[in-house]
């Protein structure tokens, strides 16, 4: 006989009715949660996203060719992640067991989909079933341990994560959702009584049902049905809690990949044009930062890695760049109940003592794993504080003496080649 | 007239007047051109362009500060005012090719200028002077002098080895200097090296900025420069320089930290 399983066996019909109509509310509460964001994002400054979908194929290609690469390279293959030891590999394999995970109830719901339409198309059987069960009941392992980590790590509290009650209802909410799968999986087991590759390829569900030796057939699909709306319960509320919990990484994070154009050492010029049209120079105003950085806000989890490698921070200055980072979006939230013309600046949030701390040396912007430009969003309030005057003191003079002089120490323009050594002979005229 | 006395009626560093037809130019930055020990970097690099017979010219009085500290201290317009005045200079002698020793002048030129029509193939000092030793244009000959048989570490200036990829140059003119040493093979490393090199504390305009004793970037990182056992400390950077200098006396260490162009000088004896 082919290896194979009802999708939805021992689920009621009525139960699946009732699934359904949870699934779409739990869709919705997820998708106002996006809205509400996108709102907020939608106040910066446009960055036209309408011209990565114009012109030839080719042409759009060019567009978005860079983030597709840093989407696929960064977000799928976890490439910024790497590089900090156990918190990257619980990262990695929280990830693997995720997207597995995801992917596979995917599958599965398409299956279910495919088999209301007509029993043949059904696809979730023979070796498919075989590769697909062996494959999720590893995964679901991978996904679970990689929790624990972050468990233990959030127990542990190293001083540069961020904390906020809400991650151990998402880290617990996890754990659930991994461990309830594994007895659903073994309670199918007990009534259904598959045999041989057809047990075998859940090795971890097989293991477990050894538990309930003994259960009558009527018993384990009791408690199945129960266990199996208790898993699907908690990944509805999972569903819903993303964009209300750090959760909300998985939609910003992506996009701010997708969208971040960041060249290291490369700023964004002003024209007087914009200058004049606008009436600033820099930002003054939430407002005035583009959607991308305002996503950016969003996409930041609060890791640390900015923090622990800036030298300002380092060296007990005002200054952290995850700091900078969440001020600026409790600045952004505040767009959620303001009209068009309550000011909204960072600046009464972020002291001009911590924009100056900053030294430029990239290494935040470098680290970051969802590519934050905090260096960029720094230097772009800089240029507010400096059009204002705000800049005094022996900086101050030194941009007086680049103006004056053309250079930072004040010397006469006549001198600037005194250094060439004296064996020089005399030059011609 | 042969070609010896040629070079003997030749100006060191010749402008870009005295010798029109030069093929690279040598930027030589604000800080080589008005701080006295960052002009030892500029007159070393000299002697060893020369001693490469290197056809380069600089600006002389012509040179401006890029504006690298102006626009990230915010002063955008300041800075453009800057470049424009530089890349109008740059365009009249029809330069293409530079050199220069300071990072922040390697970016500027590199990443902020061709954003106002600027494009120049921009080397850092260290990966041009790789090049003449690859080419055989620089020789290391002879025995390597005392002052280099201690230990040395190499500190990456953010501007380049972070910002621009550029770490591997440094290292070759160093090692390739340090050839020979009895018991010890080439640079001693810091933990936080090459990309995720750690500020000298300089950069975003902070050069221009006092900082309190104990807040100093530079003392941190000349810690770390120092741990590594090093009595050499090579930097790439005037910046870093006048940094890790400081850093290194408030570490009341008496290393020596000198450019990469320095130490190959003294290896080479000119």
């Known amino acids: ?8 066996g021992n689920i009621s019909t009525s139960s699946q009715v009732v699934f359904y109509v949870v699934a779409v509310a739990s869709m919705a509460v997820f998708g106002y949660g996006i809205w509400r964001r996108f709102r907020l994002w939608r106040q910066g400054q446009s960055i036209s996203l309408k011209q990565l979908a114009t012109g030839t194929v080719s042409q759009i290609a060019t567009k978005i060719g860079p983030g597709l690469r840093r989407l696929l390279v960064d977000g799928l293959g976890q490439q910024r992640v790497r590089g900090r030891g156990l918190p990257s590999w619980a990262h990695g394999l929280m990830f693997a067991g995720f997207m597995m995970l995801f992917l596979g109830t995917t599958l599965l719901e398409i299956n279910h989909l495919a088999e209301m339409v007509s029993k043949n198309l059904g696809f979730h059987h023979g070796l498919y079933y075989i590769i697909y069960e062996l494959t999720l009941d590893l995964f679901g392992l991978l ?20 904390h906020r009650g809400t991650d151990w209802l998402v880290l617990i909410l996890f754990l659930a959702i991994g461990i309830t799968g594994y007895f659903v999986e073994a309670l199918r087991i007990v009534w259904q009584q598959p045999t041989g590759i057809g047990a075998q390829c859940s090795p971890v569900g097989l293991w477990l049902s050894s538990a309930f030796r003994g259960w009558t057939e009527g018993q384990a699909r009791a408690a199945h049905l129960t266990v199996w709306w208790v898993h699907a319960l908690l990944v509805f509320g999972f569903i819903a809690a993303i964009p209300f919990t750090r959760l909300f990484h998985l939609i910003a994070g992506p996009i701010n990949l997708f969208l971040s154009k960041t060249v290291l050492g490369q700023l964004k010029p002003i024209t007087l044009e914009e200058a004049e049209r606008d009436g600033r120079i820099g930002v003054s105003d939430i407002r005035h930062l583009t959607s991308q950085q305002l996503v950016s806000l969003d996409a930041c989890m609060e ?14 200055k005002p200054l952290s760049p995850k700091r900078v980072i969440q001020d600026l979006k409790g600045v952004m939230e505040h767009l959620a109940d303001a009209t068009p013309d309550t000011p909204l600046s960072p600046h009464d949030v972020i002291k001009p003592e911590t924009l100056w701390s900053c030294t430029a040396c990239s290494a935040c912007v470098f680290v970051c794993p969802v590519r934050i430009d905090q260096l960029t969003l720094i230097l772009d309030m800089r240029r507010h504080l400096t059009s204002e005057g705000g800049l005094s003191g022996t900086a101050a003079t030194a941009l007086r003496r680049m103006q004056s002089s053309a250079n930072p120490w004040g010397f006469p323009q006549s001198e600037r080649a005194n250094w060439v050594p004296e064996s020089t002979s005399p030059p011609p005229n | 007239m042969t070609e010896e006395q040629q070079s003997e009626s030749k100006p060191v560093a010749p402008t870009v007047k005295q010798n029109p037809d030069f093929e690279i130019l040598y930027w030589i930055g604000c800080a080589a051109s008005y701080d006295r020990r960052a002009q030892r970097v500029a007159r070393a690099t000299v002697k060893l362009l020369n001693a490469a017979g290197v056809n380069f010219a600089i600006l002389g009085k012509e040179e401006k500060c890029t504006g690298d500290s102006a626009r990230r201290l915010g002063d955008e317009f300041l800075f453009q005012e800057l470049a424009e005045a530089n890349i109008a200079t740059l365009a009249k002698y029809k330069v293409r090719r530079i050199i220069a020793h300071c990072p922040h002048c390697v970016n500027a030129l590199l990443k902020d200028y061709v954003q106002f029509g600027g494009e ?10 790789s090049q003449l030793l690859s080419d055989g244009r620089l020789k290391i000959e002879g025995e390597i002098p005392a002052s280099l048989s201690g230990p040395l570490t190499y500190h990456d200036p953010c501007y380049l080895a972070r910002v621009n990829g550029i770490h591997e140059a440094p290292r070759d003119v160093l090692n390739q200097s340090l050839a020979g040493r009895a018991g010890e093979q080439g640079v001693r490393e810091m933990t936080r090296c090459r990309e995720k090199t750690s500020c000298c504390g300089a950069g975003g305009g902070r050069m221009w900025m006092e900082e309190p004793p104990q807040q100093r970037v530079s003392t941190a990182r000349a810690g770390e420069a120092l741990a590594t056992g090093a009595t050499t400390v090579a930097v790439g950077c005037p910046f870093c320089l006048t940094m890790l200098t400081d850093g290194v006396a408030a570490n009341e260490s008496s290393a020596r930290v000198l450019d990469v162009a320095e130490i190959l000088t003294e290896r080479l004896g000119l």
């Open chain 1, 143 to 162: 996904f679970i341990v990689g929790t624990s980590l972050f468990f233990a790590r959030r127990l542990w509290k190293p001083p540069s994560v961020g």
């Open chain 2, 120 to 129: 120049y193939e921009v080397l850092h000092h260290t990966q041009f002077l």
């Open chain 1, 303 to 316: 890791c640390g890695r900015c923090e622990d490698v800036c030298p300002a921070f380092a060296t007990q």
């Open chain 1, 1 to 8: 006989m082919t290896p194979t399983r009802e999708t939805f």
